[in-house]
């Protein structure tokens, strides 16, 4: 009687050990399972960047926005991002109809132009330029106005040469037009012998005429021949001076966005970047001041 009982134990014993073992099994599986998913949601996160991501603007924004496209798309060579020099203005409104991903502008936002907003990059120094010739190292704010609104015509008047001035400047709707002139109190009363379509149309016009004087993105200046920026009231336009608010001719670079569109995850990683302290050498080597 014993032994049959006993006979009749065994099973239930194994049968209590497979079932345990059924369990380990199953929890292992299971466990492998989540991994998985935790794998593949991690591989989700970490998915490369792709597509295009169009800039259109200004002019004196090339530079900075020249350097921040090379170095973004190294880290993200699935990125394409293209740049339209059209003047601020344009790139404004580019933005504002959509025709483009981010616009450019070297200046603030006008009241008139709603349903926008400016993302600050940079700060800008606009440099007010001579030719080497003329013999003039320092200019008051007061005499630039002067100058460009035609009380002041000859350079002997502020202790250059004896020539009549050429004034320089840039076409309407240019950002630095607009902030060189809103510093300076000359909106829409300079007279110009030309007005030029680029940056760099402004500093070939003055570096070949001895008699000129024109205005330029700090970023722009540096480096050419024939020219020279002058000090304002005794202050040199460099990245110190724009930075402390010294040198008063200064303006913002802006990326320009709808405010109620949402960006392409290329678009707005790209605006991150631009605004992150990991741009700030990048901008700083283009020639502009950076603000993270």
Do not use: H
């Amino acid at each position: 009687m014993n032994k049959a009982v006993q006979a009749k134990k065994k099973p239930k014993a194994f049968a209590l050990v497979a079932l345990c073992m059924a369990l380990a099994i199953g929890g292992a599986m299971a466990l492998t399972g989540c991994g998985s998913n935790d794998s593949n949601s991690d591989n989700a996160d970490t998915t490369e960047l792709s597509g295009t991501v169009s800039t259109n603007g200004s002019t004196s924004m090339e530079k900075v926005i020249g350097s921040l496209s090379e170095a973004f798309m190294a880290d993200n060579p699935n990125v394409s991002i293209t740049y339209d020099a059209t003047g601020s203005g344009t790139g404004i409104e580019s933005a504002s109809q959509g025709s483009c991903d981010l616009g450019l502008a070297s200046r603030d936002l006008k009241d008139e132009e709603t349903g926008l907003k400016a993302i600050p990059v940079a700060l800008d120094g606009i440099a007010v330029v001579v030719n080497e010739k003329c013999g003039v190292e320092d200019l008051t704010l007061e005499q630039v106005s002067d100058i460009f609104t035609g009380k002041i015509t000859n350079w002997k008047e502020v202790g250059g040469s004896d020539l009549e001035i050429s004034c320089i400047g840039r076409e309407n709707g240019s950002g630095t037009r607009d902030g060189f002139e809103s510093i300076t109190g000359t909106e829409d009363a300079c007279k110009l012998a030309q007005e030029l379509t680029s940056t760099g149309a402004v500093l070939t016009a003055v570096a070949s005429s001895e008699n000129a004087i024109g205005y330029a993105s700090l970023s722009a200046v540096e480096g050419q021949d024939g020219i020279k920026a002058v000090t304002i009231d005794g202050v040199a336009c460099s990245e110190d001076t724009v930075l402390d608010g010294t040198y008063k001719i200064q303006r913002p670079f802006n990326l320009i966005v709808k405010e109620d569109a949402e960006l392409s995850a290329q678009a707005q990683a790209f605006v991150d970047f631009a605004t992150s302290s990991d741009a700030n050498d990048l901008i700083r080597e283009a020639g502009a001041v950076p603000l993270a």
